[in-house]
């Protein structure tokens, strides 16, 4: 199954006019606030976020899982479901691997593959946190941080094929999640158990080819419920800092205490130079799978407030982060929902994009906290979604990408190629 572009093209005729009258209308409102909607267009235009393989399958959750039809059977039929979405939004240009579950056995055809989807390669994702058939030691006790030097050494070599694997492809980084931690006091020896991970992460960091970088994720908690290893973006910063400038801390929205403050969280890794980029997701209460903006937009707004100051501090564009949906459940069409996620991440960018950085400073400096909220929540209640859009018609996407691929009855093609009972690898 592959979307044609004159299938998009069609169908972007019977929209455009609608379309159009509404993006005139919100251009000329800008407008009148001095914002260039062409420049806006140009950073929405550029940005791109990469999905992960095992989002591409109904997630499972702790209970069952009920898998869908005309889910990827292999790696190349993940790469083909990425190239789906990409066609449709242009703006889901890479894909995230995870060994083992994705083993590029034919790295020149997957990359060939790949690239006529116009896709590439994001970080590729280690895998300790479960036994794999015929393994040597357990990792039910840990991983990098184990109490035995043999199951260390063990999950650094795994680490260290995967950066291989990586290299083959044309990755340029390797992210590390650990699950390492305990369940119940006394179980570890906190500062034992840092100090193992360090040693670890340092030989997997000296494997590091030159231009990679290895980000570190931290998560507060699960599936250890008493304690983890890498618990939140302090004990990740103090790794990195220890490693060195080729690590970065990988925040995941969903791996934190309740309403912890992520926005400022971004704000302090910005400032330090040391984001490597974004999982985003969203959760109601302390799950991590929910659908990008389901639940909080704002929150995601203002985490876009701050990524957009960042950049323009640092003088990078959004392709100078590693961005990622890391999200994936039991009731809906995976692709719906991607799509879902991707479309409410460039609507909290393109907000972002609307605030007015010169006023707001000024609010700032005159203590004005009435006016500060205003310039916020003016750009978060403007409906942006004529802009991303248009941005997305310009780089060759569909105008109603979920329209679309309901339109095309993509499921029930994937459903008629690979069959009704087929489960993707994953979680
Ligand atoms: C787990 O909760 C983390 O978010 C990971 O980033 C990821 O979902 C996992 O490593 C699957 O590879
Ligand atoms: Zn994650
Ligand atoms: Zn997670
Ligand atoms: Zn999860």
Redesign the pocket.
């Known amino acids: 199954m592959k979307i044609e572009q004159y299938q998009i093209d069609q169908y972007n005729d019977t929209l455009f006019s609608r379309h159009n009258n509404q993006f005139i209308f919100l251009k000329e409102q800008l407008a009148e606030q001095g914002i260039n909607s062409a420049e806006v267009l140009k950073a929405l235009e550029a940005f791109q976020v990469a999905i992960?393989s095992?989002a591409l399958g109904t997630g499972g959750t702790r209970f069952g899982r009920f898998s869908g039809v005309g889910e990827p059977r292999s790696l190349e039929e993940k790469i083909e479901d990425v190239g789906l979405l990409h066609a449709l939004n242009r703006s889901s240009g890479s894909i995230s691997l995870?060994i083992p579950w994705d083993i590029p056995e034919q790295a020149a055809s997957i990359i060939s593959l790949a690239t006529s989807l116009d896709l590439k390669f994001d970080a590729v994702?280690s895998?300790t946190?479960q036994d794999q058939k015929g393994q040597e030691h357990s990792y039910k006790f840990g991983s990098l941080s184990h109490v035995d030097a043999h199951v260390r050494k063990q999950a650094v070599e795994h680490n260290i094929e995967v950066i291989k694997y990586g290299k083959d492809l044309g990755s340029k980084a390797l992210?590390v999640?650990l699950s390492d931690g305990s369940c119940f006091p006394g179980q570890s020896n906190f500062v034992r158990a840092f100090q193992n991970t360090l040693e670890s992460l340092q030989e997997i960091y000296a494997a590091l080819p030159e231009d990679w970088k290895v980000f570190v994720?931290y998560?507060a908690y699960?599936p250890n419920f008493y304690s983890t290893v890498i618990q939140d973006w302090g004990s990740s910063l103090l790794f990195c800092q220890k490693l060195g400038p080729k690590a970065d801390v990988l925040v995941?929205l969903g791996?934190h205490l309740p309403n912890a403050n992520i926005e400022q969280i971004v704000a302090t890794l910005m400032m330090e130079g040391r984001l490597a980029g974004f999982?985003f997701n969203d959760s109601k209460y302390g799950d991590?799978d929910l659908t990008v903006g389901s639940i909080r937009p704002y929150m995601l707004f203002l985490i876009f407030v701050e990524l957009v100051e960042g950049m323009n501090r640092a003088g990078k564009g959004s392709d100078g982060y590693a961005w990622m949906i890391?999200a994936s459940h039991n009731v809906k069409d995976p692709l719906e929902d991607l799509l879902q996620s991707v479309e409410a991440i460039l609507i909290a960018y393109a907000q972002a994009l609307l605030v007015d950085r010169k006023k707001l400073a000024l609010a700032r400096q005159q203590n004005d906290v009435v006016l500060a909220q205003q310039i916020l929540q003016n750009a978060f209640r403007t409906d942006v979604r004529p802009l991303v859009r248009e941005s997305i018609r310009l780089s060759g996407g569909a105008l109603d990408t979920i329209g679309l691929f309901r339109h095309l009855k993509v499921r029930n093609e994937l459903m008629n190629e690979r069959g009704k009972l087929t489960v993707a690898t994953g979680?």
């Open positions: 992960p095992w995870h994702n895998n946190f992210s999640w994720e998560k699960e995941d791996h999982h991590d890391d979680l």
